[in-house]
């Protein structure tokens, strides 16, 4: 089985004024459920570890997103004829989603958040086996959504079942094991098995001994970074639902050269699907480039 990575940038424009949901993806989430197409089949599926990230809104360059100050949150309002955009990505298989089902959200959809055109910008299709960004031995990662890192993916495998009475805490540091530990868990479950690393057989052993030589070989050379807290949106007693995460950026430097084509092709596919929990919803959206 061959595996790909397809991604579709979009322009989003609100034909009147509207406000926008405290996490904009999910204007983008709305269209693809009501789609009926293979995209929101994915969307609504309880798989582990999505094949699929919906970024945020963007106007320009800024992710669009409600944060949470004084316990107050904000309105993301935006003017009627906006261009806003988009971006979804996902990994797929030989018989799997094509190019056709990101096509089918286009169009002049009336959404809970008002009425918007969607136009296709642009297509992009690679095969996982070539994604690399050529990593060098200094690079950045910049945190562009809140990343929503669980304290528990470093947990030995041994301990896994002892860890489920432990509270769910989330980090607000990068730490490079936690960061590269699971990515290297979400590409094993997202690709083919002849395409997993370091074998077919790979598993969460092979996950936390990566994270454990991340720690090791990369040193933070600069960095900065802030705590976030995203509204999700209110529960049904109309309390906010907030998730707290971290943004900003690190500059690493890389002591390991037999760890860089690993690394490498893990940082390729974050890229896309971003890094942590709730990718789907557009949180851990990053970018990554040699410095």
Not at 48 to 67: A, D, E, N, Q
Not at 226 to 238: F, I, K, Q
Not at 240 to 250: A, D, K, N
Not at 257 to 268: E, I
């Amino acid at each position: 089985m061959t595996s790909s990575v397809i991604t579709a940038r979009y322009s989003v424009i609100p034909v009147n004024d509207v406000v926008l949901p405290p996490l904009t993806s999910k204007l983008i989430k709305y269209v693809i459920e009501v789609s009926n197409s293979g995209l929101s089949r994915v969307v609504s599926s309880n798989a582990f570890l999505k094949p699929l990230s919906i970024s945020m809104l963007f106007l320009g360059s800024r992710p669009l997103y409600s944060t949470l100050n004084y316990h107050n949150s904000q309105l993301l309002t935006v003017r009627g004829g906006t261009l806003l955009n988009a971006r979804v990505s996902a990994v797929v298989s030989d018989g799997g989603l094509g190019v056709e089902d990101f096509r089918s959200i286009e169009g002049c959809w009336s959404t809970p958040y008002g009425n918007f055109e969607i136009r296709l910008d642009e297509l992009e299709v690679i095969r996982v086996n070539y994604l690399s960004i050529g990593l060098g031995r200094y690079f950045k990662i910049s945190y562009l959504t809140p990343t929503v890192i669980t304290a528990k993916y470093m947990i030995p495998p041994t301990l896994r079942a002892k860890s489920r009475v432990l509270p769910e805490r989330h980090k607000l540091i990068p730490q490079p094991s936690f960061i590269f530990s699971y990515l290297l868990r979400l590409w094993n479950n997202v690709v083919g098995p002849e395409e997993r690393i370091p074998n077919r057989s790979a598993g969460d052993l092979e996950a936390y001994k990566l994270g454990r030589l991340a720690d090791i070989t990369l040193v933070e050379v600069d960095y900065m970074l802030r705590p976030t807290t995203a509204v999700v949106g209110r529960d049904n007693e109309g309390r906010l639902r907030t998730v707290r995460g971290f943004t900003g950026w690190v500059i690493y430097e890389s002591l390991a050269n037999k760890l860089q084509p690993t690394l490498d092709k893990l940082l390729a596919l974050a890229k896309y699907l971003g890094i942590g929990r709730s990718r789907g919803i557009g949180f851990g959206m990053v970018e990554v480039r040699n410095v």
